[in-house]
């Protein structure tokens, strides 16, 4: 399966970024990600929204999660210049541990106009994750820590083996690339049930944008000086975005609404668009039949506004986020939590019974519900099972339960899901969280 274009919605910026970059091959999802991020990293913690007990910063994780030879690599190193080139904020390439990391996020530095940093950020950017973190078991934990800027007021302390750390204010910005092979050795069942992966968005992509051998010029060659031109403005940003509600009418928040707790408030229309989607999609939650072990929708709601922050930063200097950024940063986000389904379905931690099925599914699923034979699907599952007895078992569980049909063609058996089950899981791996509906008899019994 092939993810769709991200949704723009009125991005000049963005846009262009995106445009600029349409003949490569690395999909444009890609791209789009590495302009949010390379905003992310140059505006740090300078601006946030009030969120009544915490400020809400425009920190993000990142990992673009395809297979080799999918060119993950050109858009991380665009991110890697276009931040470098701002110089406001150290930026950790090549192999590291996250001591040196910290190490380095604790070293003053003086910054362009003399001027000495009193906070600790960082912005980590690397083509492949598990080589840029050296090996250690506490990385990811250390990690999760320190994506919750909110929380991280003033000193952060860690006491680790060989030295002790005291941030101030840290701020970590993360941009990075894994496929199935390294990232199933590199992750362990603490790393997707612990947090890591309710915290990063994973960009999940399985076909290129196109082909192109790169002998011919570019008809439209990326400017990146023009677009580093504007990221320097957006650098020197500072303090909240206006509020998307307030309890009094103004000119800015004209929507009254009262929630379903009967608290009446006036609305910005981008307000008003995350307020109501906010208790619909908290409802579904409650009533999803397939359970989030990531908790990636537990904090759902802060991921889709950091998105809308930065979507507006890369339309306009405003500190603004109108109706179209938060459309565009729900549309996008729901499609994260189908990313991170994609990625941890079949992760380890699961039984070789269990990741067998999963990777069946996947199979199935990347055919877009074509028959595979019995023996092409045996040819590529041979390392998941340890015999034919097993394989057997296991298709006869899917084909007893109505997931996949089994037939005969020639001399040879063929397997092909349900179209219900085809439809079914097309709509888990889409983000939905609510049961599906498109089969209303089968879902009665």
């Known amino acids: 399966m092939s993810e769709s274009p991200p949704v723009i919605s009125n991005q000049t910026w963005l846009e262009q970024l995106i445009k600029s970059r349409s003949e490569l091959e690395s999909p444009l999802s890609f791209w789009f990600w590495a302009g949010l991020i390379s905003i992310s990293a140059v505006v740090k913690d300078s601006i946030w929204i009030d969120r009544q007990i915490y400020k809400l910063y425009p920190n993000i994780y990142v990992m673009l999660h395809a297979e080799s030879g999918l060119k993950k690599g050109p858009p991380i190193a ?29 070293t003053g530095q003086t910054q362009p ?27 990811t934990d250390i990690l999760t820590d320190l994506y919750d800027r909110h929380y991280n007021i003033d000193n952060w302390k860690s006491l680790l083996k060989m030295e002790s750390f005291e941030l101030k204010n840290p701020t970590v910005i993360m941009f990075t690339a894994t496929n199935e092979a390294h990232s199933s050795d590199f992750f362990a069942s603490k790393d997707v049930q612990g947090g890591y992966f309710a915290r990063t968005f994973i960009i999940h992509e399985s076909t290129a944008n196109r082909d192109n051998s790169l002998l011919l010029p570019l008809r439209n060659p990326p400017d990146d000086n023009k677009t580093i031109e504007y990221l320097k403005k957006i650098a020197k940003l500072k303090g909240p975005f206006i509020p998307l509600a307030t309890e009094k009418e103004d000119d800015y928040h004209k929507f009254e609404w009262i929630n379903p707790y009967g608290e009446k408030g006036f609305y910005s229309p981008a307000g008003i668009l995350y307020d109501k989607w906010y208790y619909d999609f908290k409802k579904s939650i409650k009533e999803q039949v ?48 189908g990313n991170v389904r994609k990625t941890t379905l079949g992760s380890r931690g699961l039984s070789q019974t269990a990741a067998f099925k999963s990777q069946v599914i996947h199979e199935l699923m990347a055919r877009e519900n074509q028959p595979i ?14 015999g034919l007895d097993e394989f057997n078992e296991i298709m006869s569980t899917f084909t007893v339960s109505g997931l996949i049909e089994e037939h005969n063609i020639g001399n040879q058996i063929v397997y092909q899901m349900t179209d219900a089950e085809y439809n079914r899981w097309l709509h888990f791996f889409a983000g939905k969280m609510t049961k599906y509906k498109g089969d209303k008899n089968k879902e009665e019994k």
């Open 78 to 106: 665009l991110a890697n210049k276009l931040v470098s080139s701002i110089n406001n904020i150290e930026v950790i390439k090549g192999r590291s541990s996250v001591q040196g990391i910290l190490k380095q996020m604790g």
């Open 373 to 386: 034979s019995k023996q092409i699907l045996m040819k590529k599952m041979w390392m998941h099972y340890t």
């Open 113 to 139: 106009g003399g001027i000495v940093k009193t906070s600790s950020a960082v912005f980590i950017c690397s083509s492949e994750l598990t080589s840029s973190i050296v090996g250690d078991k506490v990385a």
């Open 290 to 337: 397939i359970k989030d072990e990531t908790g990636t929708l537990n904090r759902f709601g802060d991921s889709v506004l950091k998105v809308a922050m930065l979507l507006s930063l890369a339309r306009d200097e405003s500190m603004h986020i109108q109706e179209s950024d938060m459309e565009t940063a729900i549309l996008n986000c729901e499609k994260l939590v």
